[in-house]
């Protein structure tokens, strides 16, 4: 933690410093109230310690302060005009605890450890409040799969170690939940897990979101930002859809992997961050690089260790369990009685290809679950492309077809051996938005029954 002492006496501003020095935090003392607050106003403290005489300051107005400017920022008093009055007072106005002068080393590592160990639940029980707001089933990591089964082995013994991570795989295979995994398996898993999502932002918005900005930076920056990298402190910082970074802020979080320094935005001063960074995207990172939308030094930087996830039609082994979790938990969230799916509509779930991975299966099953009237889902409670007939209109060889018959059979080859829909579109020269409409028209298609000869 860092620690701000705040007190007159040289001597008792030198013992505080390397009483907390020597707990492995980080002591940074001053000699007046107006100096303390101005030195909160710049840097982000865990705790302070404060004087309630200093010098011609009263230390009870300086708390006042305090409490009001930086009401997460625990303060304990301490004084060696130690009175019962006194103590209320300061505590009345928000101190966290109270010390009397002179002070043991062990009566002020007992307020350190206090503190330290608050800080680690307030941060247990964030995480935990993050958990339950997604709703999501328990995940589990075990595939019968052989690639997916690789993978979680790469990440089960990287995760021990502060090595960067690139976790590659198409979108909704669950990247950032083995993000989430590596972390939870890691030393740092009592501390943050930050995540941020490199597309979500403008470049401006986004360098100030990862490495925060001080008050007047730019248009709108009307007080100062810590950003996602001190949040992340001492822990794991998680980016998101990396492939999508501008190149204009690449080089500082190159530097911010290779020195562990960096610089808030407007902000001169040079800052040293603590954090493990693993990131992850649905790009061809070396695709990239060679089209230099993505600097090499940094690919070769994060790229320390990297795994890459199995699209669910690869993993035809574990989509049946898959599906059956995702039946499990929905019924127990939305109280259906609901526990198995017919053969027919199992069957269609098997035959899928499922693009949207698995964040496609778990949005089908959950409507599923909602439509099913009775313990069973049937295949009409499958969403429409999924419940409809799935039959090919072969082309035969000489025969009359149609522009749009010709057009259909173009897309379905296409589509089946793409990696994914986004590549599918690029090989086809339309946007993803264009294809998918496409792909709804084949869909209702394929419901029709073929015309008699």
Same mark, same amino acid.
């Given at each position: 933690? !860092?620690?701000?002492?705040?007190?007159?006496?040289?001597?008792?501003?030198?013992?505080?410093?390397?009483? +907390?020095?020597?707990?492995?935090?980080?002591?940074?003392?001053?000699?007046?109230?107006?100096?303390?607050?101005?030195?909160?106003?710049?840097?982000?403290?865990?705790?302070?310690?404060?004087?309630?005489? #200093?010098?011609?300051?009263?230390?009870? /107005?300086?708390?006042?302060?305090?409490? !009001? %400017?930086?009401?997460?920022?625990?303060?304990?008093?301490?004084?060696?005009?130690?009175?019962?009055?006194?103590?209320?007072?300061? $505590?009345?106005?928000?101190?966290?605890?109270?010390? /009397?002068?002179?002070?043991?080393?062990?009566? %002020?590592?007992?307020?350190?450890? $206090?503190?330290?160990?608050?800080?680690?639940?307030?941060?247990?029980?964030?995480?935990?409040?993050?958990?339950?707001?997604?709703?999501?089933?328990?995940?589990?990591?075990?595939?019968?799969?052989?690639? $997916?089964?690789?993978? $979680?082995?790469?990440?089960?013994?990287?995760?021990?170690?502060?090595?960067?991570?690139?976790?590659?795989?198409?979108?909704?295979?669950?990247?950032?939940?083995?993000?989430?995994?590596?972390?939870?398996?890691?030393?740092?898993?009592?501390?943050?897990?930050?995540?941020?999502?490199?597309?979500?932002?403008?470049?401006?918005? %986004?360098?100030?979101?990862?490495?925060?900005?001080?008050?007047?930076?730019?248009?709108?920056?009307?007080?100062?930002?810590?950003?996602?990298?001190?949040?992340?402190?001492?822990?794991?910082?998680?980016?998101?859809?990396?492939?999508?970074?501008?190149?204009?802020?690449?080089? !500082?979080?190159?530097?911010?992997?290779?020195?562990?320094?960096?610089?808030?935005?407007?902000?001169?001063?040079?800052?040293?961050?603590?954090?493990?960074? #693993?990131?992850?995207?649905?790009?061809?990172?070396?695709?990239?690089?060679?089209?230099?939308?993505?600097?090499?030094?940094?690919?070769?930087?994060?790229?320390?260790?990297?795994?890459?996830?199995?699209?669910?039609?690869?993993?035809?082994?574990?989509?049946?369990?898959?599906?059956?979790?995702?039946?499990?938990?929905?019924?127990?969230? +939305?109280?259906?009685?609901?526990?198995?799916?017919?053969?027919?509509? %199992?069957?269609?779930?098997?035959?899928?290809?499922?693009?949207?991975?698995?964040?496609?299966?778990?949005?089908?099953?959950?409507?599923?679950?909602?439509?099913?009237?009775?313990?069973? +889902?049937?295949?009409?409670?499958?969403?429409?492309?999924?419940?409809?007939?799935?039959?090919?209109?072969?082309?035969?060889?000489?025969?009359?077809?149609?522009?749009?018959?010709?057009?259909?059979?173009?897309?379905?080859?296409?589509?089946?051996?793409?990696?994914?829909?986004?590549?599918?579109?690029?090989?086809?020269? +339309?946007?993803?938005?264009?294809?998918?409409?496409?792909?709804?028209?084949?869909?209702?298609?394929?419901?029709?029954?073929?015309?008699?000869?």
């Amino acid at each position: 933690m !860092k620690i701000l002492i705040v007190d007159d006496e040289k001597n008792i501003r030198t013992s505080t410093s390397l009483a +907390i020095q020597s707990e492995g935090h980080e002591p940074d003392a001053v000699d007046s109230g107006r100096i303390a607050l101005m030195k909160m106003a710049e840097e982000p403290y865990d705790l302070v310690f404060l004087d309630l005489r #200093i010098g011609e300051e009263d230390g009870l /107005e300086v708390l006042d302060s305090i409490v !009001k %400017l930086f009401p997460n920022v625990p303060t304990c008093v301490f004084t060696a005009h130690a009175s019962i009055t006194s103590a209320v007072e300061a $505590m009345r106005r928000g101190a966290f605890d109270y010390l /009397e002068k002179p002070f043991t080393p062990g009566q %002020l590592r007992n307020i350190v450890g $206090m503190v330290e160990r608050m800080r680690k639940l307030n941060q247990r029980v964030s995480d935990l409040e993050q958990q339950v707001s997604v709703q999501s089933p328990t995940v589990e990591y075990v595939s019968e799969d052989p690639a $997916m089964a690789k993978v $979680m082995d790469v990440l089960n013994r990287t995760a021990g170690t502060k090595a960067a991570v690139l976790i590659l795989g198409e979108s909704g295979t669950g990247k950032s939940v083995l993000a989430r995994y590596v972390h939870d398996h890691s030393e740092l898993k009592d501390k943050p897990f930050v995540t941020i999502s490199c597309p979500s932002l403008s470049r401006e918005l %986004l360098e100030s979101e990862l490495f925060g900005h001080v008050k007047g930076a730019f248009t709108g920056a009307v007080k100062d930002t810590w950003g996602k990298v001190d949040a992340a402190k001492g822990g794991t910082l998680f980016l998101d859809e990396i492939g999508e970074l501008p190149l204009e802020i690449q080089p !500082k979080l190159l530097r911010l992997l290779q020195e562990r320094q960096y610089e808030r935005v407007g902000d001169n001063k040079t800052r040293t961050a603590d954090v493990r960074v #693993i990131a992850a995207t649905n790009r061809n990172m070396e695709e990239c690089v060679r089209e230099k939308t993505f600097r090499e030094d940094l690919y070769y930087r994060l790229n320390v260790i990297s795994v890459t996830t199995p699209p669910l039609r690869h993993r035809a082994v574990d989509l049946k369990r898959l599906s059956q979790n995702f039946v499990r938990f929905f019924a127990k969230q +939305i109280r259906r009685p609901v526990k198995e799916f017919s053969p027919q509509a %199992l069957e269609r779930i098997l035959a899928y290809p499922w693009p949207g991975n698995i964040r496609e299966l778990r949005n089908a099953i959950e409507r599923a679950v909602i439509l099913a009237q009775g313990t069973t +889902i049937e295949l009409s409670d499958l969403p429409e492309h999924l419940s409809a007939k799935q039959e090919r209109r072969e082309l035969m060889p000489g025969s009359p077809v149609t522009l749009e018959e010709l057009e259909f059979e173009h897309i379905r080859l296409v589509v089946e051996r793409a990696e994914n829909l986004e590549s599918a579109a690029r090989t086809l020269g +339309i946007d993803p938005a264009t294809l998918y409409r496409k792909r709804k028209k084949m869909d209702h298609l394929l419901a029709e029954p073929a015309p008699s000869s």
